[in-house]
Structures are given as structure tokens and as C-alpha cells.
């Protein structure tokens, strides 16, 4: 009993809704055909064809506006990106342009207050530790700056490390100065 009450009622939701659709598609036919004009009768042979009256141009009682030349103007708006604080870049001092000063520790010791602790041999190349005054430690490999006058590493071998430095003498000669730090002696 329950199951045909159950049948019963999917049934007749079924059928409401296809009514509901029909009656849908049979509402849209009609506001077509009643929006179509009606058909124009043509005229038989020796009839006399009526003339057609002249249409006048309707005109719009609306008035025109004018255009805009200019809609919005944010000359006297804040601009909501700019920050709120401007910062200065710090100046430099300009005695000395040619040192350039990165601000990394490794720059800030002399190459010579260096100490060598160990080397790394391999395949990609060889690689070194090396400690400052401070104690902290850094690695090197070839191509790296170190010092304040940002000395390149050129070599790195079992026995040490080479430091090559550029920078401008007193009488404004460029030098070139190799400093070697080597490992310690074991006793």
C-alpha cells in the first residue's frame, strides 16, 4: 500500500510538471503570434490600389543632454597608494667612491684578520672555512669577495687560500696585492 502511495505521488509530480511546461511553451506561441503584424491583404487584378497616407517624422520629446567634456576631477584628491611617510635615502659619504661597502660581515673584517680553519676538496671545486676576529664563520669558493676592499678569491688549494686585492694608493695608482692564508701547523 505504501509503495503505491509512493508511486502514486511521484506520478502526479510528474504530470504537474509537464503540464506546468506545456502550458509554458504554449503561453510563449501565443505572445509570438499576437506581436507578429497582421497579414496584409495583396491586391487582385483591376482592383484600384489605395494610396498611402504620408507618415509624419515623430519627434522625441525628450531633450538632448549635453556631453560631458570632463566628469571627474582628482586634482584636489589624496592619492590613496602614496605612502605616508616619505623616506630619504641616507647620503653617503662621497670622500672614497670607489669602495664600495655591500654591509655583509665578510666585508667589514681586513682579508689578513682572517684565520683558515679547514679546506673541502670535490668534485664541483674546492671550497674553504675561514672564521673573523669575531669568531663567526663563513665558506669560499672561487669568485668570492671578501674584505673592504672587496678581495676575490682566485685560488683555494689543500694548503690555503689566496686573496687577490685591488684598490687605489695614495698616489691614486691602482695596486694589486696577493694575500695568502694558509692552515694552521699541527703539533
Do not use: W
Not at 107 to 127: A, R
Amino acid at each position: 500500500m505504501k509503495k503505491n502511495l509512493r508511486l502514486n505521488r511521484s506520478v502526479i509530480a510528474t504530470l504537474v510538471g509537464f503540464t506546468v511546461m506545456l502550458q509554458l511553451i504554449a503561453g510563449c506561441k501565443k505572445a509570438e503570434q499576437q506581436s507578429s503584424p497582421p497579414p496584409v491583404a495583396k491586391p487582385e487584378a483591376g482592383l484600384v490600389k489605395p494610396q498611402a497616407k504620408a507618415v509624419q517624422r515623430q519627434a522625441s520629446s525628450a531633450a538632448s543632454l549635453p556631453t560631458p567634456t570632463a566628469q571627474f576631477d582628482f586634482s584636489t584628491k589624496k592619492d590613496p597608494f602614496k605612502p605616508y611617510v616619505i623616506v630619504k635615502a641616507p647620503t653617503l659619504p662621497t670622500a672614497d667612491k670607489t669602495k664600495k661597502t655591500s654591509g655583509l660581515p665578510i666585508h667589514s673584517f681586513e682579508v689578513s684578520q682572517f684565520k683558515l680553519i679547514g679546506v673541502v676538496t670535490g668534485e664541483k671545486g674546492n671550497q674553504a672555512m675561514v672564521t673573523d676576529p669575531a669568531g663567526k664563520g663563513y665558506v669560499l669558493k672561487v669568485g668570492m669577495t671578501m674584505g673592504p676592499n672587496n678581495g676575490r678569491v682566485t685560488a683555494i688549494t689543500t694548503n690555503g687560500v689566496e686573496v687577490r686585492e685591488q684598490f687605489k694608493d695614495d698616489n691614486g695608482r691602482v695596486r694589486k696585492e696577493i694575500i695568502k692564508l694558509t692552515l694552521p701547523r699541527k703539533y
